[in-house]
């Protein structure tokens, strides 16, 4: 069983930088593949970012070049470098943890039918 709880989130003007960080619970964190998903009011849950265990990393095109994930498998983190932000990044952001890698079944770490268990999110509202 992985737990995860999402830290960071706030109210930021657009072209600010936000951090959100994910803790997570368990001794096999640095297997797992990490991912953040985000949702805005009225819309479904979206892919933003994922991470292996190997680090290699993989964006929304409408983050790329903007957002950075990484993680620390010492401390059980992933985090989530926000710059330039807009007001469409607007959203809960949620973090993800799946125990495959690139398939499962169908799905790739781009759905949330992915991942096995999942945060609480945390808010980030960007204003204009």
């Known amino acids: 069983q992985v737990q995860l709880v999402e830290a960071g989130g706030g109210l930021v003007q657009a072209g600010d930088s936000l951090t959100l960080s994910c803790a997570a619970s368990?001794?096999?964190?640095?297997?797992?593949?990490m991912g953040w998903f985000r949702q805005a009011p009225g819309k479904e849950r979206e892919f933003v970012s994922r991470i292996l265990s190997g680090d290699s990393t993989y964006y929304a095109s409408s983050v790329k070049g903007r957002f950075t994930i990484s993680r620390d498998n010492a401390k059980n983190t992933v985090d989530l470098q926000m710059n330039s932000l807009k007001p469409e990044d607007t959203a809960v952001y949620y973090c993800?943890?799946?125990?495959?890698?690139?398939?499962?079944?169908?799905?790739?770490?781009?759905?949330?039918?992915?991942?096995?268990?999942w945060g609480k999110g945390t808010q980030v509202t960007v204003s204009s």
């Open positions: 368990g001794r096999t964190f640095s297997s797992y593949t």
């Open positions: 993800a943890a799946s125990q495959y890698t690139y398939y499962r079944g169908l799905y790739t770490a781009t759905d949330t039918q992915f991942y096995d268990y």
